[in-house]
């Protein structure tokens, strides 16, 4: 007989501890513990439920523990959602609230409401006491159980814009902690972010150029400092009442004078699909300036196209395609982008860091040229570079015509050299592989369909067994090591990372060649069916197996994406 309680006690039990929990965190019962193991130590049944202190933390107000009578104090506009975009002012007419929220006290200042979170911390409207000045406050997220690497990050942020001035900047004045919480004050800019504005569609060529001139001049004069943002991106550029853009949020800014302490090598930092390809795959070495230069031409493909170069459904995806492939041409898009502004944006976004602009003022200085009607210098393109692009930009075409090229050649020459003279057999031999061909150019069509994109892979799998398949059963003589294409075929499925389509190529490969042995009587013989009747059973247990295994890997991949995913909300 089992010794646990039942479950309405242990319900009882857990709503207790939870409440407790809640009461410390707003400082109902005695002071808040500090550090975090304390309260995990009086509190041991929530070591299991870790994904729930976020979420309780959030309960907590500012200044809780200074408020005796536990009489709650909003320090945020709960009648709005809260935005996705820091340091932003949504509407400062609350005309769409009920009521407008009181003040909360904040040592020198007071909390107005919340005007926007990110990754890093929560942005409220305020006032400087002394001065009657209205600021932006950045607190720390979760500020109690913030790692020390959290705190070092902000601290960082602060040092790295406290000593900039620049009007396309936004100025930190003040840093600090109150009643635990870590905060930095900086100007308040009122009106929209970058990001907001795109909402309502792409810009013109021209408002994006000129509006990207502006950003990169600033950005240019970060590199001055010896500072690399390292997080740019529209969110992160606010537009003032004027339209005018400045630059804030440097919270994984780094100050490049040799000390790389702030992140440890292989740590991705940044926004998926604004970093460069040194950033998402962990190369903390390698980030520099032109680093910046990146994420400035990814800003610049999403003005102008109204979207980013990579923006797959989850973060492993995009910093999939960010690392591996070259984003599409902008005219794909919108044919009316000048192609030469095209040119500066996609020359941003080269993989190779040396292949970008040198430096922001570069391309501050190409930019300049554009909006002048003047000639914009780049680098000319080889043949070979252009092919190299194609292949880096449609991965799964080009792979296929490559094997598919090959083969044929190997295939003509076998017959040229009189390997067979049978010209029926080398004509259907010839035709599969061109009609093979012809599906991959029409998978990789409908795949460049949104809403046609994950069944054009199911089809594209489904006609790459088939017509290998075809291939083998017209082929004379023993296969030998050829039915070896099977395996490779489930691996290549994984390197789309959907656990499904593995299971599908494996499941349509497996029947493959089952049907290729029905087809032709040596099909599944490797050599004496007599003595080795057991090597096509080996064959076949060793195709599932693939399948299991490489299914496994897209399944922990696909986990650690959404490991990511939350632990960026």
């Given amino acids: 007989m089992s010794d646990d309680p039942p479950s309405s006690d242990r319900d009882e039990q857990l709503f207790e501890l939870l409440n407790g929990y809640v009461n410390a965190l707003t400082g109902t019962n005695g002071e808040i513990p500090d550090p975090p193991q304390e309260l995990i130590e009086a509190f041991p049944e929530l070591s299991e439920m870790l994904d729930c202190l976020d979420t309780l933390d959030e309960l907590a107000l500012p200044g809780a523990a200074s408020n005796p009578s536990n009489e709650r104090k909003p320090y945020a ?170 630059v804030t949020d440097f919270g994984l800014a780094k100050v490049f004078d040799g000390d790389s302490r702030e992140t440890a090598s292989g740590t991705i930092i940044g926004t998926p699909a604004y970093m460069a390809p040194e950033q998402a795959s962990g190369r903390t070495s390698e980030v520099s300036q032109l680093s910046d230069v990146y994420s400035l031409g990814a800003i610049l493909y999403e003005m102008l196209t109204g979207q980013p170069p990579f923006a797959e459904e989850n973060p492993l995806d995009t910093l999939l395609q960010v690392i591996e492939s070259t984003p599409d041409p902008l005219r794909r898009h919108n044919p009316n982008i000048p192609p030469e502004l095209e040119a500066v944006c996609l020359h941003c976004l080269e993989k190779d860091p040396s292949d970008r602009f040198d430096s922001a003022d570069a391309l501050a200085t190409q930019l300049d040229n554009y909006l002048k009607g003047e000639l914009v210098e780049l680098p000319a393109r080889s043949l070979w570079d252009r092919t190299v692009r194609w292949a880096k930009r449609e991965p799964a075409l080009a792979s296929r015509m490559g094997v598919l090229v090959v083969a044929s050649l190997i295939v003509q020459t076998y017959y040229q050299m009189g390997g067979h003279d049978d010209l029926r057999q080398h004509f259907e031999v010839m035709s599969v592989m061109g009609i093979w061909i012809v599906l991959s150019f029409a998978c990789q069509l409908m795949q460049s369909k949104e809403s046609w994109e994950m069944t054009a892979r199911y089809l594209w799998s489904l006609s790459d067994a088939v017509c290998y398949t075809a291939v083998l059963c017209l082929a004379d003589g023993p296969l030998g090591p050829v039915v070896v294409g099977y395996p490779v075929l489930i691996a290549g499925s994984g390197l789309w990372a959907r656990e499904r389509l593995v299971w599908f190529m494996t499941a349509v490969t497996t029947i493959s060649y089952i049907a290729l042995g029905w087809v032709r009587n040596d099909g599944w013989r490797v050599a004496d069916p007599q003595s080795f009747w057991h090597y096509p059973i080996i064959f076949g247990i060793s195709l599932i197996a693939t399948g299991v295994i490489v299914a496994f890997q897209v399944r922990r991949l696909r986990m650690l994406s959404r490991y990511f995913e939350r632990r960026r909300v």
């Fill in 77 to 246: 506009d709960e009648t709005f959602a809260p935005p996705s975009t820091p340091g932003i002012d949504r509407d400062l007419n609350t005309d769409q609230s009920p009521a407008a929220p009181s003040p909360c006290d904040f040592g020198r200042y007071e909390l107005i409401r919340e005007i926007g979170r990110g990754g890093m911390g929560i942005v409220y409207l305020a006032r400087q006491k002394q001065l009657n000045a209205t600021i932006a406050l950045k607190l720390v997220g979760r500020s109690r159980f913030a790692s020390v690497d959290e705190i070092r990050r902000f601290y960082t942020e602060a040092r790295a814009a406290a000593g900039l001035r620049h009007p396309n900047i936004v100025c930190v004045h003040d840093v600090g902690e109150w009643q635990g919480e870590h905060f930095l004050s900086m100007d308040y800019v009122k009106g929209a972010s970058l990001a907001e504005h795109l909402q309502n569609g792409p810009l013109t060529p021209r408002e994006a150029a000129g509006l990207l001139l502006i950003v990169t001049k600033a950005v240019a004069y970060l590199h001055q400092q010896k500072i690399i943002h390292r997080d740019l991106k529209p969110s992160n550029i606010m537009l003032d009442a004027d339209g005018e853009p400045h």
